[in-house]
């Protein structure tokens, strides 16, 4: 469903990349939240949990519920799927269904963090992977029924990245919160993150190296064509086997020797993940709902469910650019975080108005 990794160019900054599939197209919005903006987090039966943004945040959201004529939504009904704040640390949102279950007791009077809200509350206030992961230690985190899910605990893990290349990923397991640093920067789905390290253990011997010829008895084979390498990388788009690759591709892509370069590359990268319509198929009748999260409906005429490459996302997190591009779409859209900075509000644009666009889309919050 989701593939993400971190690059490093040759003068050691950073880059991150990821891309979204699901089975449906949903009403995504990019937000920009300004310094000051205010936010609540409430779950049932504890105080609401307040904080404010210390630093700017653009990001990808999704309404948490579905409006209606008496309670249209609302900015705090928008939640933050993947983001970068003014500080280069960026938060994904990737599937894992195994996140939901029993969880650890919390007192009544104590204010909590939804897990739907980790986004908002990391970036908002955070510069790095180590002041996160400090807060998280003393901040109770719960996961909460999602109704636009049909009511199902959100079933997501989280992976944070700073512009010092550091990498943490934030995991319910059956209803229990761990927070692993991430050596490899790399995440996609289940299983849970330290089952993926441990499968790296069976891919020591993958090297970028092409291997082009070798001698078997008296006859002296070569390959007609370069590649060989990576003919042990595994060939599914599972979550397992774009684990294996994404990392990889982190480990091996040539360091790009300047930003405009790099950000390059990494689109090159990601395009190893990008996912069309019907590449893969499945029937309901034969367990095909594990394709999707739970409670989404399809809503097509089609037979079958398919993921596809809802959109894919580039974060420059040196620059403060944030690069967008949709299915519809042949190249991608620009947000810059320095030029937004002279907004006071919060903006907020529907992401299809980036369909088929290309460039600067930074205008479409600023109107210049």
């Known amino acids: 469903m989701c593939t993400s990794l971190s690059y490093t160019d040759a003068?050691?900054?950073?880059?991150?990349?990821?891309?979204?599939?699901?089975?449906?197209?949903?009403?995504?919005?990019?937000?920009?939240?300004?310094?000051g903006t205010p936010f609540s987090s409430a779950v049932e039966g504890h105080p609401a949990l307040e904080y404010e943004a210390r630093h700017a945040v653009l990001a990808v959201t999704m309404p948490d519920r579905k409006p209606s004529a008496e309670a249209p939504l609302g900015l705090g009904d928008l939640k933050v799927l993947e983001g970068l704040n003014a500080r280069g640390l960026t938060f994904s949102l990737l599937s894992y269904p195994a996140a939901g279950g029993t969880q650890q007791s919390v007192a009544m009077t104590r204010a909590v963090l939804s897990a739907s809200d980790l986004g908002s509350w990391a970036l908002a206030q955070f510069e790095t992977v180590a002041e996160l992961r400090e807060a998280l230690a003393g901040q109770p985190v719960l996961l909460e029924a999602l109704a636009i899910l049909g009511g199902v605990e959100s079933p997501f893990h989280y992976v944070v990245h700073d512009a010092s290349g550091a990498s943490l990923v934030i995991e319910f397991n059956r209803g229990e919160m761990s927070v692993h640093d991430n050596p490899v920067?790399?995440?996609?789905?289940?299983?849970?993150?330290?089952?993926?390290?441990?499968?790296?253990?069976n891919y020591t011997f993958l090297?970028?190296?092409?291997?082009?010829?070798?001698?078997?008895?008296?006859?002296?084979?070569?390959?007609?064509?370069?590649?060989?390498?990576?003919?042990?990388?595994?060939?599914?788009?599972?979550?397992v086997g774009r684990f294996?690759?994404?990392?990889?591709?982190?480990?091996?892509?040539?360091?790009?020797?300047?930003?405009?370069?790099?950000?390059?590359?990494?689109?090159?990268?990601?395009?190893?993940?990008?996912r069309p319509r019907g590449i893969t198929i499945d029937y309901p009748q034969d367990g095909g709902g594990h394709l999707e999260v739970a409670g989404l409906d399809q809503g097509g005429a089609e037979p079958y469910a398919t993921e596809f490459?809802?959109?894919?996302?580039?974060?420059?997190?040196d620059r403060g650019l944030f690069f967008l591009r949709t299915y519809k779409a042949m190249n991608f859209s620009v947000f810059d975080l320095n030029r937004l900075s002279a907004l006071k509000e919060p903006k907020v644009v529907p992401l299809d108005r980036i369909d088929g666009m290309a460039g600067d889309a930074t205008v479409l919050m600023t109107g210049n």
């Open 309 to 317: 490459t809802s959109w894919t996302n580039l974060s420059d997190l």
């Open 11 to 35: 003068a050691g900054k950073v880059y991150f990349g990821r891309t979204l599939e699901l089975t449906v197209d949903l009403p995504y919005q990019v937000v920009y939240f300004p310094e």
């Open 185 to 201: 920067g790399v995440m996609t789905n289940g299983p849970e993150f330290g089952w993926h390290l441990t499968n790296l253990d």
């Open 244 to 274: 294996v690759r994404a990392a990889y591709y982190a480990q091996f892509t040539e360091r790009a020797e300047t930003a405009d370069e790099a950000v390059q590359t990494l689109a090159h990268v990601m395009n190893n993940f990008d």
């Open 207 to 239: 090297t970028n190296v092409d291997r082009s010829s070798a001698t078997f008895g008296r006859y002296a084979a070569a390959q007609p064509d370069s590649g060989i390498a990576t003919a042990g990388l595994p060939s599914s788009s599972t979550s």
